[in-house]
């Protein structure tokens, strides 16, 4: 096709035919093995199709380069063209459900891209930051957390599949991987912390059902606890069972009383962690109408991800440590735990029967 320029010659019009001879050409340099200049040509094309906005075809054409790249073990090569594609996702900005298959298409990138790759972390920041405007949320969409935190699982990188696992709403997934990070990474004494910190932590983010299945898939699968109701078999879990339920059922004028007998029942086992103490104080402030103290600036998470959650709330830890001993089973907890359930109980039927379900999101 050609057009009238202004002196009257003839030129060609740059469009079809162009990005035909560029493709052909990338089919010979991907066959040929010359994988540096395939992936300059697929770069070529990036610029031309954003430019006409040709979202669609363009993430195609970045997917299957990304994926053919990598299959190569062009790591950072493919690695880059994946930063390309979360670009013209962002340009794109599609809705959640046309967003979602995106997601699942960038985590397969980067299940194939080494740890060791500097550029794998990029995109992995890029692609929860975008998927963040997809879902309105300041710390990224939970399905890009869930999807994250099964490939970090997968490598055996149980702590940050542990941190995104906290954002991704599958509490069944987090309980079970909470259950290899404590056979593996810690005691038998300190099985009940690595539940007990992660359930204060969806709670102060505002997960409760989160929380409530998290903690019901560890205590019933855990082969050291394989039990679904109280009395548990340290006091630490029967205070996060309670709490759960106290959170669940108080709607009235004696809930800040009964989270604060909640506490002082289960004081002991609470102090084996100080990271306890501020978690605790928020989930007062949220679910109990207690009143949030001042804290210290600069306290809170830290790594990538820090900056997110302490938008949520300040002082959410990474602490995976226990160093005290836990509590031992027997000795004065089942006579703790009657008192808490009685607690829990008692205010339970002072509810008024036509008060409004709290909003708790």
Not at 17 to 26: F, I, N, P, Q, S
């Amino acid at each position: 096709m050609t057009t009238k320029a202004a002196n009257g010659s003839t030129a060609a019009v740059p469009g079809a035919r162009g990005v035909a001879r560029v493709l052909a050409k990338l089919e010979s340099s991907i066959e040929t093995g010359n994988y540096y200049e395939a992936h300059q040509m697929y770069r070529t094309l990036y610029f031309r199709y954003l430019s006409q906005r040709k979202y669609e075809e363009l993430l195609e054409l970045l997917y299957k380069g990304s994926l053919t790249l990598l299959n190569h073990e062009q790591h950072t090569s493919g690695a880059d063209l994946g930063l390309l594609i979360v670009d013209t996702l962002e340009k794109a900005a599609k809705p959640e459900q046309e967003a979602e298959p995106w997601m699942q298409k960038i985590a397969m990138l980067l299940s194939k891209i080494p740890q060791n790759v500097v550029e794998r972390e990029t995109l992995l920041v890029k692609a929860v930051k975008w998927s963040a405007t997809v879902c309105k949320s300041q710390v990224g969409h939970p399905l890009m957390h869930k999807l994250i935190a099964q490939i970090m699982w997968n490598e055996d990188n149980l702590a940050q599949a542990r941190h995104h696992f906290l954002l991704s709403k599958d509490g069944s997934g987090c309980g079970h991987m909470l259950i290899q990070l404590a056979q593996t990474k810690g005691v038998p004494s300190e099985m009940d912390l690595f539940i007990a910190q992660v359930i204060l932590q969806q709670l102060c983010l505002k997960e409760t059902t989160t929380a409530a299945e998290t903690f019901a898939t560890y205590t019933k699968y855990h082969p050291k606890i394989a039990s679904s109701e109280p009395p548990f078999i340290t006091p630490l879990l029967n205070f996060c069972f309670f709490l759960l339920r106290a959170i669940e059922t108080q709607q009235n004028q004696r809930k800040l009383a009964v989270f604060r007998t909640l506490c002082d029942l289960y004081r002991p086992s609470l102090e084996r962690d100080p990271s306890y103490e501020k978690y605790l104080q928020k989930i007062g402030m949220i679910f109990f109408g207690a009143s949030l103290p001042q804290r210290p600036q600069g306290e809170g998470m830290g790594g990538i991800f820090g900056d997110l959650l302490n938008q949520f709330f300040q002082g959410l830890d990474d602490d995976l440590d226990g160093d005290e001993e836990a509590t031992p089973a027997g000795g004065s907890f089942p006579r703790r735990a009657a008192a808490a359930a009685a607690a829990v109980s008692a205010a339970g039927r002072t509810e008024s029967r036509g008060a409004p379900k709290e909003e708790l999101d």
